[in-house]
């Protein structure tokens, strides 16, 4: 039997994360609302690297961190911030900042 599998489509991430980014402990207690699946790797999530659904001040945003599943200490590195129900997706920053990337077009194009 032969297994095919799809191929993989990795968000884009910064290479580190930035002074001011925030842990995923942090991002965890400021948020409003937190995924009831916690921390995950999907298709989405580059080597190395895991994430988070939360809603908070800036809606409803995956968090996107360089680190073991769950690792408290994770920096973020990227995150994705639904708006108008479009996925926009931005490189680097910290709770709300980063650099806007082109909107992802992998699974979350409809």
Do not use: C
């Not at 980014?21 to 895991?50: C, M, N, Q, W």
């Not at 490189?91 to 709300?96: C, D, K, R, T």
Request: without cysteine; proline residues 7%.
């Amino acid at each position: 039997m032969h297994t095919v599998h799809a191929p993989r489509h990795p968000v884009p991430v910064a290479d580190h994360p930035s002074d001011n980014a925030p842990t995923y402990a942090e991002v965890r207690k400021d948020a409003e609302r937190v995924s009831l699946s916690g921390p995950f790797i999907d298709d989405d999530t580059p080597v190395g690297h895991f994430g988070i659904v939360v809603s908070n001040m800036g809606g409803v945003q995956t968090y996107w961190f360089k680190g073991s599943l769950g690792d408290v200490n994770a920096r973020v590195v990227a995150r994705t911030q639904i708006i108008r129900g479009r996925p926009i997706h931005y490189v680097g920053g910290s709770f709300f900042g980063g650099s806007l990337t082109l909107t992802r077009q992998g699974n979350d194009a409809g």
